[in-house]
T-cell receptor, first 113, second 114 residues
Framework: DQQVKQNSPSLSVQEGRISILNCDYT??????FLWYKKYPAEGPTFLIS?????DKNEDGRFTVFLNKSAKHLSLHIVPSQPGDSAVYFC????????????FGPGTRLSVLP | DGGITQSPKYLFRKEGQNVTLSCEQN?????MYWYRQDPGQGLRLIYY???????QKGDIAEGYSVSREKKESFPLTVTSAQKNPTAFYLC?????????????FGSGTQLSVL
């Protein structure tokens, strides 16, 4: 049973437009969420995180929104650039409870020029 | 330049053979982790270590073994007991293993069975 779901395996967006990647979770104990970006044959790199005490966190072109009641978070990329084409993983954890990151299956984003 | 180094980048295993994947970090992080990635799946935790000479099983530890003799190093051995070893293996580290700070990942090792 997947505790962290990313229901869209892939997404295509035109350059300059907004990319919205979604993530749903089932465990209400999760209180810390992260997004990672991964290029082929490379390790994931950290993008942005959000704690459950917030509903939004912004870093440049990247914004993460958290809806705790719906157990849903989303990553917005504005404007999208071809270099953003990668696989994006959502991860969730229970903070201060030791190593407990749970990763979603990832969404492959393609930004078309 | 601080980071995590995994080697080799590609590795082939014969039937019945044990192979060891190397992971070294110079970030002075206490905690280190091994994850496995299969196509279409998220990263799954194999083993983790919060401190030298101590490590814990993750969700899919069967068929794997680790050691943590030095803070900088966390090698993973894929034993012959692991019946489906073909996957992309990722090593990661974090400052400590208790507050779930972000993970830093190496570039991965692709293991294939001959």
């Amino acid at each position: 049973d997947q505790q962290v779901k990313q229901n869209s395996p892939s997404l295509s967006v035109q350059e300059g437009r907004i990319s919205i990647l979604n993530c749903d979770y089932t465990n209400s104990m999760f209180d810390y969420f992260l997004w990672y970006k991964k290029y082929p044959a490379e390790g994931p790199t950290f993008l942005i995180s959000i704690s459950s005490i917030k509903d939004k966190n912004e870093d440049g072109r990247f914004t993460v929104f958290l809806n705790k009641s719906a157990k849903h978070l989303s990553l917005h990329i504005v404007p999208s650039q071809p270099g953003d084409s990668a696989v994006y993983f959502c991860a969730a954890s229970v903070r201060n409870y030791g190593q407990n990151f749970v990763f979603g299956p990832g969404t492959r984003l393609s930004v078309l020029p | 330049d601080g980071g995590i180094t995994q080697s080799p980048k590609y590795l082939f295993r014969k039937e019945g053979q044990n192979v060891t994947l190397s992971c070294e970090q110079n970030l002075n992080h206490d905690a280190m982790y091994w994850y496995r990635q299969d196509p279409g799946q998220g990263l799954r935790l194999i083993y983790y270590s919060q401190i030298v000479n101590d490590f814990q099983k993750g969700d899919i530890a069967e068929g794997y073994s680790v050691s943590r003799e030095k803070k900088e190093s966390f090698p993973l051995t894929v034993t012959s007991a692991q019946k489906n070893p073909t996957a992309f293996y990722l090593c990661a580290s974090s400052l400590d293993g208790t507050t779930n700070e972000k993970l830093f990942f190496g570039s991965g090792t692709q293991l294939s069975v001959l």
